[in-house]
């Protein structure tokens, strides 16, 4: 057998190979130049380093913080949910809520609070279209990761007659938009004949059929004879 040649790596004495090894456990991987890292989902790596562990237990021992988990879930849930976004021409999704625009302020206040509740923007927000062209256009715009969290859609027809326009003509591939919608509204407008309700429903369904590829999606229609209010005029 042919001798074995030394390595650097046998070169090195046991106890400076310990000391090495030690060093790099230590050694704090610094972030890019932007100042944060990202997974691949979009959320923030909030994961503290170097001196930031020691701020992190403090933030730990504050009122808030110290509250149990469920309590804690049930606040951050009414600050972020309950937001209801809609399709704009413009391009944006965007809140026509008269609710405080600086509630996500609250993710910015800790590492904790942002591990705890960055989901939930959105899988406690309500995403809404009057348009569907509109609609495909800005989900896109979100990562595909962020529209797997969204369990609940809404759209608006203005006028029955709009019904057949709104799905034959543009048509609105859900399944694949929102691969874990759950629930599913669809509200009607200016129904002033409500024999004609059970035939409105039927169309609506027939027409959204394709798009659902026979996933198991909670449907709701609502029809009502009120006048619908375009926000966008109002």
Not at 186 to 196: G, K, M, Q, W, Y
Request: proline share 7%; aromatic share 6%; charged share 30%.
């Amino acid at each position: 057998m042919a001798p074995r040649k030394t390595t650097a790596g046998d070169k090195i004495p046991k106890a400076k190979k310990a000391s090495i090894i030690k060093k790099s456990e230590d050694k704090v991987i610094k972030r890019p130049a932007r100042g944060y890292h990202k997974f691949r989902n979009g959320l923030l790596n909030v994961a503290p380093k170097g001196d930031e562990k020691e701020l992190t237990k403090q933030n730990r021992t504050s009122p808030l913080l110290r509250l149990p988990p469920e309590i804690r879930n049930i606040i951050w849930k009414l600050v972020l949910g309950g937001n209801v976004y809609r399709t704009w021409l413009c391009g944006r999704l965007e809140s026509p809520s008269p609710e405080p625009k600086n509630v996500m302020a609250l993710l910015r206040t800790c590492r904790q609070v942002y591990a705890e509740a960055a989901l939930m923007p959105l899988t406690l927000t309500i995403f809404t279209t009057d348009y569907i062209p509109y609609a495909a256009r800005d989900l896109r715009k979100l990562k595909p990761q962020q529209r797997r969290l969204i369990t609940f859609f809404q759209m608006v027809i203005s006028h029955p007659n709009s019904i057949s326009y709104h799905y034959l003509k543009y048509g609105l591939n859900l399944a694949k938009l929102l691969p874990c919608l759950q629930d599913l509204h669809i509200r009607v407008f200016e129904v002033l004949d409500t024999s004609t309700q059970k035939v409105n429903e039927e169309r609506i369904r027939k027409h959204l059929e394709p798009g659902l590829h026979e996933k198991p999606i909670t449907i709701k229609i609502e029809q009502t004879d009120k006048k619908w209010i375009n926000v966008n005029d109002a």
